[in-house]
């Protein structure tokens, strides 16, 4: 027998399954999302400090408040887009009928975060590494031009590229998960999960992608 974790990563469908009688447990899903906002942080901590160059002389005193801003939004968005996960399966799943209480669609879609776990973590050291060589345009970055160059310039960086990329790789590994597991908690076909499922997370990838300018 398999421990756990490799079922939920690598066979959800057996993991989902065996638990589908089951009362919903919230323990090991919310540890799972409370450990993503964790990973993501520090990634946004970079970032936010790179925007040191926009802000004015007399304001640069504020760039540390600015970037454990970042790190406290980073992982509360974390928790926000779970829970708007929740709710947008569990609303497409009344589509098809879905039945089952919305605690195991909480269950479900928590399990889902731990290869997010990872690719929140590998994306902030993807940033920790390249931020460093980050060559700034020559341009008065205080300006809305500035502003807008810099972000344009951070948008196609190997940083950014590398790290959306992973971002999305596992984010297409959580969505295998969630099909499994919204499967089960809303007892539906396996079709109508991958639709619950995919609409939302594929408009969430194109609009990363859209992001970097790719589209």
Do not use: C
Not at 54 to 73: D, F, N
Not at 90 to 100: C, E, T
Not at 104 to 125: C, D, N, T
């Amino acid at each position: 027998m398999s421990h756990w974790i490799v079922d939920l990563l690598l066979n959800p469908d057996t993991f989902f399954r065996e638990r589908e009688g089951h009362e919903a447990g919230l323990k090991f899903p919310l540890l799972f999302v409370l450990l993503a906002g964790l990973a993501a942080a520090p990634g946004a901590y970079v970032v936010a400090g790179m925007t040191g160059p926009l802000l004015p002389p007399e304001a640069q005193s504020y760039l540390g408040i600015v970037m454990a801003i970042a790190v406290v939004a980073a992982f509360f968005s974390t928790i926000i887009f779970y829970i708007v996960f929740v709710i947008v399966f569990y609303l497409l799943s009344l589509v098809f009928k879905g039945s089952g209480d919305i605690k195991k669609s909480f269950e479900a879609v928590g399990y889902g975060y731990l290869p997010l776990v990872v690719g929140y973590l590998l994306s902030s050291l993807a940033i920790i590494y390249y931020a460093p060589s980050f060559v700034f345009p020559q341009v008065d970055l205080t300006t809305p031009a500035g502003a807008e160059a810099l972000n344009q310039v951070i948008a196609s960086s190997p940083m950014t590229m590398i790290s959306s990329i992973l971002g999305i790789l596992f984010m297409l590994w959580a969505a295998n998960i969630w099909i499994f597991g919204m499967r089960y908690a809303r007892s539906l076909t396996l079709r109508n999960a991958a639709i619950t499922v995919g609409v939302p997370v594929g408009i969430y990838i194109i609009f990363q992608i859209s992001a970097l300018g790719v589209l």
